[in-house]
C-alpha cells in the first residue's frame, strides 16, 4: 500500500515547485522547436535552391539549343564569347522568364551569360565527337539474299 502521508507532504513542495517546472519545460520545448524549425529551414532552403539551380542550367541549355539551330553553321565554326550580343539577349530571356530562381540563386545576368555560353560550349564539343559520312552509301542488298536464300 501506499503512504498517504508521504504523498500528501510531496504536494506542498511540488505545488512550490510549479513555476519553475513550467518555466524550464516551456524553455526545453521552445528551444527545440525553434531548432526543428531552422533545420526544417535550411534543409528545404538548399533544396529549393538546388531546384533553382537545376531550372536556370536547364533555361539555360534550351537558349543555346535555340542559338545553335538558328545559325546557319550551327555555331560550329564560330567563337561565342560570353559578351556576345546574342548570349546577352539569351540571358536576359531567362532572366524575364524565372525572376525568382535568378533571385534566389544570386545570379547576375553576366552569370547567365556564362551558363548560356557554357552550354553552347558543351554543344559545340558534343558536335565534335560525331563524325558524319562524306558519301551516302546505296544499302547493301540483305545478307539472305547474297546467299542465294529467298527473303522470308
Same mark, same amino acid.
Given at each position: 500500500m501506499t503512504n498517504t502521508a508521504s504523498v500528501i507532504a510531496i504536494g506542498p513542495?511540488? &505545488?512550490?515547485?510549479? =513555476?519553475?517546472?513550467?518555466?524550464f519545460v516551456t524553455t526545453i520545448v521552445g528551444a527545440a522547436i525553434t531548432f526543428g524549425v531552422a533545420l526544417l529551414k535550411r534543409w528545404t532552403g538548399v533544396t529549393l535552391q538546388s531546384t533553382y539551380v537545376d531550372s536556370l542550367r536547364q533555361a539555360a541549355q534550351t537558349e543555346a539549343g535555340v542559338l545553335v539551330a538558328e545559325a546557319s553553321d550551327n555555331l560550329s565554326s564560330r !567563337?561565342?564569347?560570353v559578351t !556576345? =550580343?546574342?548570349? +546577352?539577349?539569351?540571358? +536576359?530571356?531567362? +532572366?524575364?522568364?524565372? =525572376? &525568382? +530562381?535568378v533571385r534566389a540563386v544570386g545570379k547576375t545576368p553576366e552569370d547567365l551569360g556564362r551558363l548560356v555560353a557554357g552550354e553552347i560550349g558543351k554543344l559545340q564539343a558534343h558536335a565534335t565527337k560525331i563524325s558524319v559520312p562524306t558519301a551516302i552509301h546505296a544499302p547493301h542488298q540483305n545478307s539472305d539474299e547474297s546467299h542465294g536464300e529467298t527473303p522470308r
Open positions: 513542495i511540488v &505545488e512550490t515547485l510549479r =513555476p519553475i517546472i513550467t518555466a !567563337s561565342i564569347t !556576345s =550580343p546574342a548570349i +546577352a539577349a539569351a540571358a +536576359a530571356r531567362i +532572366a524575364a522568364a524565372m =525572376p &525568382e +530562381a
